[in-house]
């Protein structure tokens, strides 16, 4: 895709009218994040906040913390990553595929 600065430039408050919007339609997306086959999940909204954490009593080992532990941030991780897709799904197009510092997911 050929890249033309000046085009960018004249479209910009367009293109940040379009981000806007898009970041505000993100507040009600969220993705949730598992691991240990369910046992732990993890929801993530639109702006990365987290808001959810689902654990089954099963993953509750007071002999592994750990364990624990470890599925906690590994479901994160996962609702992380599927949240940042959507973002770069609804985001992506407005870009027109460039990598512009802070932007990138």
């Known amino acids: 895709m050929n890249f033309n600065p000046f085009e960018l430039l004249k479209n910009a408050q367009n293109i ?8 505000e339609e ?6 949730t994040g598992s691991s240990g086959g ?10 990365l906040e987290f808001v959810a954490v689902e654990i089954d009593p099963i993953a509750v080992d007071p002999r592994d913390v750990k364990m624990l532990q470890d599925l906690i941030i590994a479901a994160a991780h996962d609702a992380s990553e599927r949240i940042k897709e959507m973002i770069k799904e609804k ?3 407005l870009m027109g595929g460039m990598n512009i510092p802070g932007m990138e997911l």
């Not at 940040?16 to 970041?23: D, G, I, N, R």
């Open 26 to 31: 993100l507040k009600d997306y969220t993705a």
């Open 91 to 93: 985001a992506g197009p």
């Open 38 to 47: 369910g046992i732990v999940k993890v929801t993530v909204n639109g702006q």
């Open 16 to 23: 940040k009218e379009q981000l806007a919007k898009v970041q």
